[in-house]
């Protein structure tokens, strides 16, 4: 069966429909199985009701920690050049669900720190100082594509001024370019 080997979302071309409307009409004739409840409702003694929400991703491992590294170890050693995200992934391939900060923790007790540690480093911004709005702009596209003499520049471009100080803002192209 097509819906259980591909999935609905590579059956939307041939039906013509989205992915939502096949898995709703292989619920309605009974070719696919209902997944679990988003949440449960409970009531309480005293008439309130209660949601308990469950997981759809299911639970994560229960290995150790020594198991964990020996499996990072192994999979370090075949391939030496993965970060966290492929070990992760092969982890999962190998049928193990583990947080990343555990995965993060094994490859460095297994590997030592990484030279760059995981995660998004602090971007260090510079600061401007201009003499006035708009002073930063800079289009470094579409150099050498054209030839743009001032005779030739001038019949194809109109200009624009702004309010700061009379100064030229804006170019709009004839051929589309905004410049």
Request: charged share 20%; hydrophobic share 30%.
């Amino acid at each position: 069966m097509a819906l259980g080997l591909r999935g609905p979302s590579h059956l939307t071309q041939i039906f013509d429909c989205s992915a939502r409307t096949i898995r709703r009409r292989a619920l309605e004739y009974g070719l696919a199985e209902p997944g679990p409840a988003v949440y449960v409702e409970y009531e309480h003694d005293d008439g309130t009701i209660f949601r308990f929400y469950g997981s759809s991703s299911g639970s994560t491992s229960n290995i150790s920690d020594d198991e964990l590294d020996e499996i990072t170890a192994q999979i370090v050693d075949i391939f030496p050049n993965f970060g966290r995200c492929m070990i992760n992934g092969h982890l999962k391939h190998l049928g193990h669900r583990v947080p990343r900060s555990r995965v993060q923790a094994s490859y460095a007790r297994v590997h030592g720190a990484p030279a760059s540690s995981f995660g998004p480093g602090r971007i260090q911004r510079r600061v401007y100082s201009v003499p006035g709005p708009n002073s930063l702009w800079h289009h470094d596209g579409q150099h050498g594509k054209f030839d743009l003499s001032l005779t030739s520049f001038q019949q194809t471009h109109s200009f624009g001024q702004g309010s700061y100080g009379g100064k030229l803002c804006f170019m709009v192209s004839s051929t589309g370019f905004h410049v």
